[in-house]
């Protein structure tokens, strides 16, 4: 394996307490399929909530396990020796902590995907494509 492949998992995250028949935006997880076992990788995320909002260190998961997964949509792959890359890229994106900029997940993914200079994500999903494809009404 020269290259690891490069995925956004959504998770469920319920319904919204003050409307309970509109879902909440979807949870979005970085999944590097580390492995030669299918569902075995790393997960990369966006954790807490408006205004205390950090970045996750990486996670070894199973996705078979990951709670509340209802999606997944591979937009690149990472190369080997990108790898340590790929995860300084990531700990330079930058955090709103703006408690009502209406900033989640959804923007610091995008934001970590605009840096397409290294390859890492194919041509063929910008990130309104990526948007769209992992959209709550689909």
Not at 88 to 101: G, M
Not at 103 to 113: D, T
Request: glycine share 6%; net charge negative; with cysteine.
């Amino acid at each position: 394996m020269s290259t690891y492949a490069f995925s956004i998992i959504t998770c469920d995250r319920g319904e919204q307490w003050d409307s309970p028949t509109k879902m909440k935006p979807y949870h979005w997880v970085f999944w590097i399929q580390s492995s030669t076992t299918p569902n075995v990788g790393h997960t990369f995320q966006l954790r807490g909530m408006p205004g205390t909002f950090y970045h996750s260190a990486e996670e070894a998961v199973d996705l078979s396990k990951l709670d509340g997964a209802n999606g997944r949509l591979e937009v690149g792959s990472i190369p080997l020796q990108k790898y340590e890359l790929y995860k300084q890229l990531l700990q330079e994106v930058t955090i709103d902590n703006v408690e009502s900029s209406g900033w989640n997940c959804q923007n610091w993914s995008l934001a970590a995907l605009d840096n397409r200079e290294q390859d890492l994500v194919a041509d063929d999903y910008s990130n309104n494509v990526i948007r769209h494809w992992l959209s709550e009404d689909q």
